[in-house]
């Protein structure tokens, strides 16, 4: 059956996905009964299904993706006129839009200087792997090449970053895993390792520091965090806590780095999460909301002091970084970013994002005032969360399948919300809401009233 040659034969579409895609996340024996969902259009925050039907996107594309929202024609327009120019040149060679959004993207990160460019969250943090294990060569005698990664954080979907994950799950049946990834423990307050403390972001932070000396610090390289766990159950950082990882770090001499891939491109109300705190990284990794779902396309930043020690024997010639990325090449990412960037400073996104998302937080604290079963309410500008719990008391998690019982509620009401999903044994439990940054008011309310009835309906 030839589907191009019948666009509009949504039939058609169905039939040939269902014998031919491989869905991402899927149990495909659901198939046999169900029609898979197949999105055909976008505008703004709202997408249609190929039955016609219309949703609120509150996750931005499944993964907090399209931060500047469907359907912009000046970001298609940038990268088709950037297409016909020159589409790509990869290797060693630059290109115009590299350039300049390079250039950009450092005004907005006081303290970095260079970008590397490829095309995934995973690819991006693999190349800060890479780069840490090749200074522990060149610079530490084999030495600081252990990377740390937390408990419940994830970095990606390679086998490096795999090994740094911290949501056991997703790494079960896909070993043996590459060496030399620690883990060290989750800073949720609402689940404390100490019970109810004063001081729970500083001993969080301290627990880093207790594995650090327990691996040798003359063994550790590098500590790998997001600045709000996403999939593991959008967890905002403990009071304190970013500050006394950063003095840790700089005690050891271990890099820092910071993987905003979901935080990044104003998803937090500012440009990058870890702007919240006053924190100077080693490294900071981005790519959904770069080019917000536009093009492929990911970054790898760092300082002059990280990038000098790949310069500064040029007769040796194993001391540059021997790495490519064949579509880091393509001009569409950059081309896509520049303009995304420039809607994002023009529509005051970063201000709508802190407005918007404090309205979010008092709708799902009032939420919280009335259903039990909401247990915790975490959130940073656009990305919150609800924790769902049997019994406030012991804090027993909610089912899975009760929580998607919520989604999938919500879903038919046409409002699309996330939950946390095959990551955390046991605490799969946490719906996710992060909508396009360029919500409204009434469109916030719509999400949270989707999730009040669907909360009575499924909780009682
Ligand atoms: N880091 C984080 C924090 C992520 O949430 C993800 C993807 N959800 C990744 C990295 C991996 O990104 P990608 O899927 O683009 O490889």
Known sequence: MNVASRPNDIQAVIEADR???????????????????????????????????????????????????????????????????LNYFAGAAGNV?????????????????RVYYSNSGSEANEKVFKMVRQIAHRKHNGGKYKILYRDRDYHGTTL???????QKERREQYGPMPEGFVEVPHCLEYRSQWGDV???????????EEVILREGPETVGLLCLEPVTAGGGVITPPKGYWERVQEICRKYDVLLHID??????????????????GI??????????????????????????????FKDDPTDPMSYFRDISTFGGCTSGPAAALENMRIIEDEGLLENTLKMGERLMNNLRELQSRHQVIGDVRGLGLFCGAELVMD????????????????ADCLAQGVIIGATNRSVPGLNNTLCMSPPLIINASEIDQITGAIDKALTKVFG
């Open 19 to 85: 014998a031919h895609v491989w869905h991402h996340l899927s149990q495909h024996k659901q198939y046999e009964s169900v029609d898979p969902k197949i999105y055909v259009e976008g505008k703004g925050t709202r997408v249609w299904d190929a039955t016609g039907k219309e949703y609120l996107d509150a996750v931005a594309g499944a993964v907090w993706t399209v931060n500047v929202g469907y359907g912009r024609t000046t970001i298609a327009d940038a990268v088709r006129d950037q297409l016909v120019k």
């Open 198 to 208: 004063d001081d729970y972001g500083i001993r969080a932070a301290n627990a880093i």
């Open 392 to 407: 406030r008391a012991t804090k027993e998690p909610a089912p899975e399948k009760m929580v998607q019982a919520v989604t």
């Open 97 to 113: 839009p590299a350039a300049l959004f390079a250039e950009k993207l450092i005004e907005k990160m006081p303290g970095m200087t």
């Open 160 to 166: 490096g970053t795999l090994a740094a994950a911290g």
């Open 280 to 309: 100077e990284p080693d490294f900071v990794t981005m790519a959904k909301g770069v080019a917000s779902g536009y093009a492929a396309i990911s970054c790898t930043v760092t300082t002059e002091k990280v990038f000098e020690l």
């Open 260 to 277: 905003e891939v979901v935080c990044g491109m104003g998803r937090t109300g500012k440009w990058f999460g870890y702007q919240h705190y």
